[in-house]
């Protein structure tokens, strides 16, 4: 079995990184990956997905650190479907890419140019009660693409 996914795009906001109780660190971001495309009509259409990342242990550091609003990411992972309880009580679902890749694309702010980063541990599934990220990141159709 296959479970990997590759994507590019641009960051939608600032990345959110917290430590769980076991002294993990956790970020997530949301990537805005664009598609465009013909429609029956011939006419050019585009359309954006927003997809939920997180990224564990040192890659969340760096996506804490350096991941911001507007940067173009190459990112690689894996799917994951994460099941919780909100606030109300309600049962709610996720599907985000857990990041074991993470390259920045584009020029960097210090001249040097692409960086990548890799995570040096296996993405080894983490105890989800720990996860302090408790509701989806509010990512809507209509919220402001950053390009």
Known sequence: MLNKVMLIGYVGADSEMKVTPGCIPVANFSLAVKETYKNGGGEKKTSTLWIRC????????????????????????????????????????????VVTTLRFLGPSKNGNGAKGVESSKSSEPVNESENPFNEPGGETADQEIPF
């Open 54 to 97: 997180v990224a564990w242990r040192r890659l969340a550091e760096v996506v804490g650190e350096f991941v911001n609003r507007g940067k173009f990411l190459f990112v690689e992972g894996r799917l994951q479907l994460r099941n919780y309880e909100d606030r109300e009580g309600q049962k709610r679902n996720v599907t985000e890419v």
